[in-house]
């Protein structure tokens, strides 16, 4: 699996982390995939829109680092829709979430590189 850490963000409060998220470098130049995962709040903070703020933090990261694909494992943790309101969308009916931000790929090939890259 060629997968690197990438990057992790927090979001602060009082001098500490009440929330993370990170983005997994995937796939290759041919299509350079973020994988967002480990997004999390701390109970008491949320619904305060934390989780919104990180995943708009998530998407200028993949913007400004010319990522071709957004990609998340959509869990069961969120309100229905959520991931849809920052542009993902179930990939052929899976679990697995995607946003293209360059160029247009065919989704089987989307898939097939998701696929060879693992599940995060
Ligand atoms: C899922 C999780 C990250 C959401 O964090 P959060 O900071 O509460 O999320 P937000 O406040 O940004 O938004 C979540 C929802 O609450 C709503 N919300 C935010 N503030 C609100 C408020 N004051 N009153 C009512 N609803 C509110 C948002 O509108 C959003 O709903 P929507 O998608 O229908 O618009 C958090 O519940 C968590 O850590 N869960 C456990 C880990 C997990 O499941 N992670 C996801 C893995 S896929």
Known sequence: MNEVAEKGFG?????????SVGVLK?????????GICKLAVD?????NGVASELMKVADTYLKLNSFHLGALWKGHGVTPGFYEG???????GSDIMVME????????????????EGVW
């Open 11 to 19: 979001f602060y409060a009082g001098g500490v982390v009440i929330g």
């Open 26 to 34: 995937k796939g290759d130049s041919q299509l350079k995939i973020g």
């Open 43 to 47: 109970p008491i903070f949320r619904r």
């Open 86 to 92: 920052f542009g993902y969308s179930s990939l052929n």
């Open 101 to 116: 931000l360059e160029g247009t790929r065919d989704s089987g090939s989307i898939m097939e590189a998701i696929r060879k």
